[in-house]
């Protein structure tokens, strides 16, 4: 049995480019591969809401998918924005249709807006590269996204905005010092979403090439002295996903195998396909 995913690659045309001129990923690119790591018999179709025409693939409905995969997004999901509109508009009807989701960043802000919550600026600012110390909630220790995850652990990030209320039918599975809303569980209309506010989809190589695409960001933020800092900071992620076997620069970075170990960043993702996805199709 093949099962289809719809992967909703949110960014804007000119976003994409900033990534691929960086020497990073696309979104969508990422997701597809994390998906077939997990299932390698799955068809995933990406598509750009964002692009005028960045619809569903010709022919195809939403019914026709097993399941749905947000990626990250530069917009802003409260701006008036038609690009967002759209997005909107596609989450909406993927609850409606019962249709089980899934997603990173502007993935779990979307669900949470699309099922009437609350999204705002950060108010302390960006959070990025690691986020620390990412505490399970107790509706997050008994949750079947995180079966076999740590209750504490590190995982890779960048945003700017955060949830700050959550809607009706939406439970808070996680936190750290920095954001209140680390991941989600939403329930709205006939679907499910689970959400988070981290990237499981990265890995050292990607979040190096992202940091070098938002450096002039980072520099004025605060988060590295010059640009020499910041290239150093890449080259070291770099090297270290070259050679994991590198302890000092793992040490250098303080991470362990919340980050560098696949099968531990992705475990919310093979959950979500084993207990929530593969079920909703046998039913």
């Given at each position: ?49 964002s692009?005028e ?75 990025m ?30 945003h ?12 808070q ?11 989600a ?21 990607e ?67 084993e ?9």
């Amino acid at each position: 049995m093949t099962v289809r995913f719809l992967v909703i690659d949110g960014y804007s045309k000119e976003g994409r480019q900033d990534l691929v001129q960086g020497g990073a990923s696309m979104a969508g690119n990422l997701y597809e591969r994390m998906i077939t790591r997990i299932l390698p018999d799955a068809a995933c179709d990406i598509i750009f809401p964002s692009d005028e025409g960045g619809a569903l693939p010709s022919g195809a409905a939403l019914e026709q998918y097993d399941a749905i995969a947000w990626t990250g997004c530069s917009l802003t999901i409260y701006d008036d924005d038609p690009r967002v509109h759209r997005q909107v508009g596609l989450a909406r009807a993927a609850f409606e249709k019962g249709i089980p989701s899934f997603g990173s960043c502007w993935g779990v802000q979307m669900a949470v807006f699309a099922a009437g919550g609350v999204v705002a600026p950060h108010p302390h600012g960006r959070e990025m590269g690691i986020a620390r110390k990412i505490q399970l909630t107790d509706a997050g220790r008994g949750h079947p996204m995180y079966a076999g995850k740590s209750t504490v652990f590190d995982g890779f990030i960048s945003h700017v905005d955060e949830v700050t209320h959550l809607p009706p039918g939406a439970v808070q599975l996680s936190h750290n010092p920095y954001t209140r809303v680390q991941s989600a569980a939403v329930t709205h209309g006939r679907g499910t979403f689970w959400g988070l506010q981290y990237h499981p989809e990265y890995d050292l190589h990607e979040m190096a090439r992202l940091t070098f695409c938002r450096i002039d960001k980072l520099i004025g933020g605060g988060f590295f002295k010059d640009r020499q800092a910041a290239l150093t900071f890449v080259e070291t992620m770099e090297a270290l996903h070259q050679d994991p076997s590198r302890k000092d620069l793992a040490w250098l970075l303080g991470i362990d195998t919340d980050i560098t170990d696949v099968g531990v960043r992705q475990c919310e993702v093979k959950n979500w396909i084993e207990r929530l996805v593969l079920p909703s199709i046998r039913k």
